[in-house]
């Protein structure tokens, strides 16, 4: 039953979006164009492209956080009953300058979240978003992290599926 709660409320979570006038493109390719950018995005190789969807920038952005703290992330299947589902919400203006970051969702795992917001802040900054996503000269952006119980994680928007 607790499984199926986590799931669930992982699914629940996932599903938030920054703001209805973000839409997705579904004939989008899975991966970015490799590229050199003077930004942390030297470190995946990627760089947006113009008119790039929300999920492909934010899977870049995934990668590239990733990147910034190897040892802190998960690089298997996330277990079936999660340590710590982690929420973050972060502001990223039109340069890729990290403006503004915070913790939407926790469970109150203090060390979860600290390690969240540590591999944010690591891998900034970030590509300059493409313009079709920006708002006001930035853009507001959600992310999961998915811990296991050994203190590692996942970003949700490039996480394997969940053992069962």
Do not use: W
């Not at 492909?56 to 009953?81: C, E, F, H, T």
């Amino acid at each position: 039953m607790k499984t199926k709660f986590v799931i669930a409320s992982t699914a629940l979570l996932a599903g938030c979006t920054s703001t209805p006038m973000y839409q997705s493109s579904a004939a989008s390719p899975s991966h970015p164009p490799a590229s050199s950018h003077t930004s942390n995005s030297s470190a995946t190789g990627y760089r947006p492209t113009p008119n790039m969807s929300l999920d492909n920038y934010k899977r870049m952005l995934a990668q590239q956080i990733s990147a910034a703290s190897p040892d802190k992330v998960y690089s298997g299947n996330p277990q079936a009953l999660l340590r710590s589902v982690v929420v973050l919400k972060y502001v990223v203006d039109s340069n890729g300058r990290l403006v503004h970051s915070d913790t939407l969702r926790s469970n109150g795992d203090s060390v979860a979240v600290s390690t969240a917001m540590s591999a944010l802040r690591k891998a900034a900054p970030f590509p300059p978003p493409p313009s079709n996503l920006l708002t006001h000269g930035r853009m507001e952006i959600l992310e999961t992290a998915l811990f296991n119980d050994d203190g590692r994680f996942q970003l949700r928007s490039i996480a394997l599926p969940q053992s069962e």
